[in-house]
């Protein structure tokens, strides 16, 4: 019998993080394991994961919701006496303290509950969490309760509180994206017992297509010989967006056939930003160079249309995984000098960096990379086999199923890992 492993992501929209976790499951080899989904409602129905012919199964946990309160609760909280309890040292020790046990209660003990009664339906094996420590913790409290072994891939920055660093404790392996995340971890006290750092990865297949510049030109209402900056990810504010559109208006006054594509959905709690990024692009006099292409499931073919790709968020990232697709193909890339980004983009050979917030750092690095430059080509073409020898799928996959086999092994009374088909 294959090993039944249990893939849990709750984010309530189809971000780098469900994108990761698809890749993965399109590559996993299934002649060796079996493999289960356990995804929010709202992307559990999406095409991508239906496409992938695996049982899916779906739970709303209220990942980037607050937990309800009722009225009395929510005039205490507004108190000025609250205030002055969640400010002093001891009782605000013990309003965290409250307010840790109040989200145990009614948001994780239900949300672990439903998890160990589908570990125990489906006889899972082993259970692989997608994200950071708070959002992972139901799942690690479902794999302990059922004596089976956890993995968490840690993929975001994520504030940790005493019962996260305790938590680290349980699973058999943590997983970090990049070294500057573990380290970040680390610093606020979680350690795992066995401890890795696999980062992102794209499938190279996509990005050998020809580019189809002018049927994207052409689809996008873009002049066929403008050049395209394209941004590619989730509409979140911290993302940098409002940087990019300043951005772009400058470098316009030097680059008049220069257009910017802005390819994602806005995130569910950011409702609104589009159309203030849409306002400030009308102020900013370029509400004509700018498209907003929504959610599209052909990122690659659009960025291989394009001449540049930028990613400068103002708050940092612990990966940045639009950059390595754009890398991947052959894009030269802007990158923030921040969190995860110089790990991946070497200044001056992949790319360029800039200070994240500078709208006339970020234009004049979009300037040295327009107008076909030497440069563009350079970078491009390097970042492009860097992109292909430092994140490619197989490698990834590689890493994950040793040490899937490793923490199966180890499993007193669970089925070994299979080398060939059930």
């Not at 046990?101 to 339906?121: I, N, Y």
């Not at 479902?142 to 993995?151: K, T």
């Not at 050998?208 to 509409?235: C, T, W």
């Not at 709208?359 to 690095?365: E, I, R, V, Y």
Request: aromatic letters at 6%; charged letters at 20%; glycine letters at 12%.
């Amino acid at each position: 019998m294959r090993p039944r492993l249990l893939y849990v992501d709750f984010g309530a929209a189809p971000g780098g993080s469900v994108q990761s976790l698809l890749l993965l499951l399109q590559h996993l080899p299934r002649h060796r394991f079996d493999p289960l989904l356990l995804l929010a409602p709202t992307v559990a129905t999406l095409p991508a994961v239906k496409a992938l012919g695996l049982p899916v199964f779906s739970y709303d946990a209220g990942q980037g919701t607050t937990i309800p309160a009722g009225a009395a609760v929510s005039t205490v909280r507004a108190s000025s006496a609250a205030g002055r309890l969640r400010g002093g040292s001891g009782m605000g020790r013990l309003w965290r303290a409250g307010s840790i046990g109040r989200r145990l209660w009614l948001r994780t003990r239900p949300t672990a509950m439903f998890v160990a009664r589908l570990m125990q339906e489906q006889r899972i094996d082993l259970i692989h969490l997608n994200d950071a420590l708070p959002l992972a913790e139901p799942g690690i409290l479902a794999g302990w309760r059922r004596g089976r072994p956890s993995m968490v891939t840690v993929r975001s920055f994520a504030e940790l509180d005493p019962v996260h660093r305790l938590l680290s404790r349980l699973p058999a392996v943590g997983i970090f994206t990049s070294e500057v995340l573990a380290d970040d971890q680390h610093r606020q006290g979680a350690w795992f017992r066995r401890e890795a750092v696999i980062p992102n990865a794209i499938d190279p297949a996509p990005y050998s297509q020809p580019p189809d510049r002018a049927g994207v030109r052409a689809e996008m209402h873009i002049p066929e010989q403008a050049q395209i900056a394209i941004v590619a990810g989730r509409i979140m504010r911290r993302k940098g967006l409002d940087v990019f559109i300043r951005a772009l208006a400058q470098a316009a006054t030097t680059h008049a056939d220069l257009y910017g594509l802005v390819v994602g959905e806005t995130d569910p709690q950011e409702l609104g930003l589009q159309e203030e990024l849409l306002a400030l692009a009308s102020a900013c006099g370029v509400a004509g160079r700018i498209r907003f292409a929504g959610y599209r499931d052909d990122v690659p073919r659009l960025l291989l249309a394009s001449d540049l790709l930028c990613f400068v968020p103002t708050v940092p990232e612990p990966f940045g995984r639009t950059l390595i697709e754009g890398m991947a193909a052959g894009l030269p890339v802007i990158g923030g000098a921040s969190g995860g980004i110089p790990s991946i983009v070497r200044e001056g050979e992949t790319g360029l960096l800039v200070p994240p917030g500078d709208p006339a750092a970020q234009a004049l690095a979009m300037q040295r990379l327009l107008g076909g430059s030497d440069l563009a080509r350079t970078l491009g073409e390097a970042a492009r086999g860097d992109a292909f020898r430092r994140y490619g799928i197989a490698g990834q996959v590689e890493q994950l199923t040793g040490l899937y086999d490793s923490v199966l092994a180890a499993a007193p009374g669970k089925r070994p890992p299979s080398t060939g088909p059930s």
